[in-house]
């Protein structure tokens, strides 16, 4: 099992930023990557950003490059996100989500929430 706790959010101006973490507990060694995504009011949950434990590699969504950026700390199993600029688009729900071994990826964080006000 894994657990994941987000923390982080808040409410921001437009403009302003926020960096969001999310820490693994449980059997992290089982972990081989972490996402961020994110769920706006009333639309379906959409990838962020991962960062992969193997390589260390790191991929964004195309549109938030630029203004977002995930980092790890394998040491820590803690991951986060640096948002900028951000917009009242941004208003959402964070979620955690972690990938394992053999591909399993059903295991999220509570979420935290991100309202950015114009």
């Known amino acids: 099992q894994v657990q994941l706790v987000e923390s982080g959010g808040g409410l921001v101006q437009a403009g302003g930023s926020l960096r969001l973490s999310c820490a693994a507990s449980?059997?992290?060694?089982?972990?081989?990557?972490m996402r961020w995504y994110r769920q706006a009011p009333g639309k379906e949950r959409e990838f962020v950003a991962q960062?992969?434990?193997?390589?260390?590699?790191?991929y964004s969504a195309d549109a938030l490059k630029g203004r977002f950026t995930i980092a790890g700390d394998n040491a820590k199993n803690t991951i986060y996100l640096q948002m900028n600029s951000l917009k009242p688009e941004d208003t959402a729900i964070y979620y955690c989500?972690?990938?394992?071994?053999?591909?399993?990826?059903?295991?999220w964080g509570q979420g935290t929430q991100v309202t950015v006000s114009s």
């Open positions: 960062v992969s434990w193997i390589g260390s590699g790191t």
């Open positions: 449980g059997r992290t060694f089982t972990i081989n990557a």
């Open positions: 989500n972690a990938i394992l071994q053999g591909g399993r990826s059903d295991y």
